[in-house]
């Protein structure tokens, strides 16, 4: 356990002192820490052995994810995005249903082994772009600012939308009995999760960000502390969320971006800390992903599937 962890924070280490050079090539923080863990894992050389259960392995994702989404939310331009909001709004009311409509049609002509609806569900799974690997380029400056908020407010949103098309999916697949039609069961589910997605991340943050002020104002945190209340307040919209049968990851991006208008003086110190623990969280979650999951299955790769994730 102790080598592992120690290969694993020296990998981290290195990567750190020089990950301003890295940013400028074309391979992004996420893709160099699932080869390493691909490489040092059972399938390559064997240094790392890690036995990690699926569960855990999920819980960890989804918490750096509702990190990384509460912080990119936070540091949002709403002066930019309200000025081109049309950007994301295509991406999400048009590219999402579009890239699954593209990954069925795929799907069916690669998989004949598939379903229509088990070729549907891996469409509805892939499509959404993933927050900590569209980060480089969000806080890329030679971006320009319409489209890096655009595509933050997309990556931060897309998750929440796929979730109930998922279940409706999985329900057709594995035929599950429902008085429902498929049209009315995927209105409410998306309006449910991503309504109680919101109006969670909204209550807790908009309570919680008076209580951090009035806190602040009465010099009741000491230093130390200020690291902690951000990243507890990330996690708890989106635990909550998920808990009242909402979108979490909503609730993270909504919560994120109330947090950054309500809090303008202090944001900046407040959110490193939930920056870099949402940095380090993501990087070790790929080294998990590259040896205990791709490296796992990596032996069962056919042309079909490497065509298809191309």
């Known amino acids: 356990m102790y080598e592992n962890l120690a290969v694993i924070a020296v990998f981290v280490f290195l990567y750190s002192i020089v990950s301003a050079k890295l940013e400028k090539t074309s391979f992004s923080g996420a893709i160099l820490f699932t080869g ?8 390559g050389l064997g240094v790392l052995e ?13 918490l750096t994810l509702a990190l ?10 709403l002066r930019v995005l309200k000025r081109s909001f049309h950007i994301p709004q295509r991406l999400l009311l048009l590219g999402l249903p579009l890239t699954i ?11 004949d082994h598939l ?27 030679r971006v320009p600012s319409n489209l890096r908020e655009g595509l933050n407010v997309e990556s931060g949103l897309n998750d929440g939308i796929c979730v109930p098309i998922l279940f409706v999916f999985l329900t057709l697949a594995t035929k599950m009995s429902t008085e429902t039609s498929p049209i ?19 209550v ?7 209580l951090l002020n009035r806190c602040l104002d009465l010099d009741w945190i000491t230093e130390t502390w200020h690291q902690l209340p951000v990243p507890a307040l990330a996690v708890a919209c989106f635990a909550l969320a998920q808990w009242l049968g909402g979108s979490g990851f909503i609730a993270s991006f909504a919560g994120g971006l109330l947090f950054g208008k309500l809090e303008k003086q202090r944001k900046h110190k407040l959110l490193l800390a939930a920056e870099g623990t949402g940095d380090t969280l993501a990087l070790y979650t790929w080294v998990l992903f590259g040896s205990a999951v791709v490296g796992q299955f990596f032996e069962q790769f056919t042309w079909q599937v490497v065509v298809y994730s191309i």
Do not use: C, H, Y
């Open 36 to 43: 390493f863990g691909l490489a040092l894992g059972p399938t």
């Open 115 to 141: 379903t229509f609806f088990e070729v549907a569900l891996l469409a509805t799974m892939l499509a959404p772009t993933d927050a900590a690997l569209g980060k480089a380029v969000v806080t890329d400056n």
């Open 68 to 77: 990384v989404l509460f912080t990119d939310a936070s540091n949002a331009n």
């Open 50 to 62: 890690l036995d990690i259960d699926a569960e855990l392995l999920r819980t960890l994702a989804e």
């Open 184 to 202: 009315l069961l995927t209105v409410k589910q998306v309006v449910g999760e991503i309504g109680i997605g919101m109006v969670t991340g909204f």
């Open 101 to 111: 409509l593209l990954g069925v049609g795929a799907g069916l002509f690669l998989f």
């Open 204 to 210: 807790l943050v908009f309570i919680g960000n008076w």
